[in-house]
């Protein structure tokens, strides 16, 4: 039997072409998460940083210009505080604390949602990587035993390298499922832990914006026309 890699691939049934491709899928994933992940809290609490300083000096607009220009996946979160308090072009009512909580509460689970994307294909990849290859197993082992009804010719010995390369298929489906897991549950706990440090980071950032945003808002708003 030809233990080669390629070999095994390029000789095998669909099911193997099926698990490479999961495999490569799951990598691509883990790739793209750990790029999107890189360095999300301290962006994050950076511009969390670079707001508040813009609100103690009472510059919104500077404000609003951080938010715009950072690249931290949290840059909608605090523009949303922003937006409440003090809708562009729109002559309204200063927002009250509460209201400037609640948007940003639904800017922050948006985000959630943002930081655990494409987790479910780890998660698909690792549930059904071995289905496919005992699937394929299954497949292999029913042709080896046609071809031993076909050639009239038994035995285990004219059966056994079918066989054994047809075992390649669940043992390649168990190696990309456990890769698969792996990483969706270091993923998983990954964007946990990111989500309560930016739960944590809204809590302290709206502890000093919360009451500020209003006054500022006011201070700032243009004067509605008098009532003919």
């Given at each position: 039997m030809d233990t080669n890699l390629l070999?095994?691939?390029r000789n095998g049934s669909v099911s193997m072409w099926i698990i490479?491709?999961?495999s490569v899928l799951a990598l691509a994933v883990a790739i793209e998460r750990a790029i999107a992940l890189?360095?999300?809290?301290?962006?994050a609490r950076a511009l969390a940083d670079a707001v508040t300083r813009a609100l103690l000096?009472?510059?919104l607009d500077d404000g609003r210009a951080q938010c715009e220009r950072?690249?931290?996946?949290?840059?909608?979160?605090?523009?949303a505080s922003l937006a409440a308090a003090a809708p562009r072009g729109v002559?309204?009512?200063p927002a009250t604390p509460a209201k400037i909580a609640a948007a940003v509460e639904r800017e922050r689970q948006e985000v959630n949602l943002k930081l655990r994307r494409n987790l479910w294909i780890l998660g698909t990849v690792g549930a059904t990587a071995p289905f496919i290859g005992l699937f394929g197993t299954v497949v292999g082992i029913m042709h080896a035993f046609h071809q031993m009804a076909q050639t009239g010719q038994g035995g285990f010995a004219v059966v056994a390298a079918g066989i054994s390369e047809a075992l390649v298929a669940t043992a390649a489906g168990i190696a990309v499922a456990l890769e698969a897991v792996v990483v969706f549950?270091?993923?998983n706990v990954h964007v946990q832990k990111?989500?309560?440090?930016?739960?944590?980071?809204?809590?302290?950032?709206l502890e000093i914006a919360g009451d500020l945003l209003p006054a500022l808002a006011a201070r700032a708003a243009p004067a509605t026309p008098p009532e003919a």
């Open positions: 070999t095994i691939v490479g491709a999961c890189w360095r999300f809290t301290g962006r000096r009472g510059d950072s690249r931290s996946a949290a840059a909608d979160v605090f523009l002559v309204a009512k549950n270091f993923f990111l989500a309560l440090q930016l739960r944590l980071l809204v809590e302290e950032y």
